[in-house]
């Protein structure tokens, strides 16, 4: 028994001779902290990189709007109101006899209503200034009627566009183009005012010029009967 006991001894030494002699591997720890602290620095750039996104997009939003609100509108009938005006204003030019010239309103008044009475020692004479007269009255009224016409013709195109320029100033997309609608609406209106301004003024020409006329007949038909009766003493037959 005493010489089988280092055998088993050996035998029994040899595993873990075989254990101690085999290579060590490392075993991995899974640090719980530090990937918390970098799930959360993750989540916090994202985050940010989000926001500069969203401030990109109000930019480019932003440059849009700006974009719009600079969009002007075309207003073709801007040039038909001014057309329409300007035929007006040709009208107002063909008055006759006297005219809407400030520099020649003394002479040609003088002209047509005159303070001597020359003339009417001459029947021609006489019947010359009451022609020239009627003609120039009967031409202030056909001046007044067709400044008349040319207004009521207007005012046909003027609301075909006064209804164009409700329809853009609806559908204005930014202040610009609001701003535009509004001054052509602006526009129109000062338009049909300067046309009634234009209209009272050939009418009030054409009714001035006929109570003119009126009272030049008076004092001619005054100036007529003094001559007529002289000093008002009777003749004498001379002895």
Request: glycine content about 4%; charged content about 20%.
């Amino acid at each position: 028994m005493k010489m089988i006991a280092p055998a088993l001894l050996a035998a029994a030494a040899a595993p873990a001779l075989i254990v101690a002699a085999a290579p060590a591997h490392a075993v991995p720890v899974f640090d719980s902290a530090n990937y918390s602290q970098n799930l959360l620095t993750a989540a916090r750039t994202l985050q940010q990189i989000n926001q500069q996104i969203q401030s990109l997009q109000n930019e480019a939003q932003g440059l849009a709007n700006q974009q719009k609100h600079l969009k002007s509108i075309d207003f073709p009938q801007m040039s038909a109101l001014q057309q329409r005006l300007q035929e007006i204003d040709r009208l107002m030019g063909q008055a006759q006899g006297i005219d809407f010239r400030i520099d020649r309103l003394d002479e040609q008044f003088r002209q047509a209503f005159p303070t001597s009475f020359e003339h009417l020692a001459r029947r021609d004479g006489r019947i010359a200034a009451a022609k020239e007269r009627l003609e120039d009255e009967v031409a202030a009224f056909r001046h007044a009627m067709s400044v008349q016409s040319g207004i009521v013709e207007n005012v046909r195109g003027d609301a075909e566009a006064l209804r164009a320029i409700v329809e853009k100033s609806q559908g204005a997309e930014g202040s610009l183009q609001a701003t535009q609608a509004t001054n052509q609406l602006l526009a129109l209106a000062a338009k049909q005012q300067f046309q009634i301004q234009q209209m009272m003024a050939a009418q009030f020409r054409a009714e001035a010029f006929e109570r003119a006329a009126r009272a030049q007949i008076a004092r001619e038909a005054r100036e007529s009967t003094r001559r007529f009766l002289g000093d008002g003493q009777a003749w004498t037959p001379p002895r």
